[in-house]
């Protein structure tokens, strides 16, 4: 009897599919591809007593150089990433007294591969209209010149205008490695 019950053993086992081999985890790659061409990013927000400045960095990530001279062309958008009206002056429109830097005009500039350039976006955040909602933009379509193609950035903190609207612009100037 012992025999038929060991034997009926080894032969359910025999019968039984084997254990699949588990499958080692697959490698997760959270490296994005390097960014090509010219590349636009914010930098970061300065907000002392009531004046924000917006760094804005370009860099040319392409393999030739590149000529820009101006004022990037800039669109804040809101949460929903609809358009808001606002003024964008150039120099700091009479929004704060700027250094030199900020108010000085456009320069031609060649950007060789690597090499990158910037602008400020000024602005108060003022609520001087106590009928009107404050606006604030979370987004922004920035082309390096008038004409060229929008890219889109977040910049931390959104851009808190109140309900002034108005905001001034400095030209390109090349960043020093």
């Known amino acids: 009897m012992r025999t038929a ?5 080894l032969l359910l086992t025999a019968c039984t599919a084997p254990e699949p081999t588990p499958t080692p985890p697959q490698p997760t790659t959270t490296s994005q591809p390097p960014p090509t061409g010219l590349v636009i990013r914010p930098a970061y927000t300065d907000a002392a007593m009531g004046i924000r400045v917006l760094d804005i960095h370009l860099t040319n990530y392409g393999p030739d150089t590149t000529q820009i001279n101006g004022y990037p ?10 358009p808001i009206t606002a003024t964008i ?34 602005w108060r955040n003022l609520v001087t209209e106590p009928d009107r909602t404050a606006t604030h933009g979370v987004y922004l379509d920035i082309a390096p010149t008038l004409g060229a193609t929008y890219q889109r950035i977040e910049p931390d903190g959104g851009i808190d205008l109140g309900n002034t609207t108005k905001l001034g612009l400095s030209a390109w100037t090349k960043l020093t490695q």
């Not at 800039?74 to 990433?81: E, F, N, V």
């Not at 108010?103 to 990158?116: C, F, I, K, M, R």
């Open 5 to 9: 019950i060991i034997l009926t053993l």
């Open 89 to 122: 002056g150039h120099g700091s429109s009479d929004i704060s007294t700027m250094d030199a830097a900020f108010n000085a005009p456009p320069q031609p500039l060649t950007l060789e591969p690597g090499q990158s350039a910037r602008v400020g976006l000024l």
């Open 73 to 82: 062309d800039i669109r804040i958008l809101d949460k929903d990433r609809q």
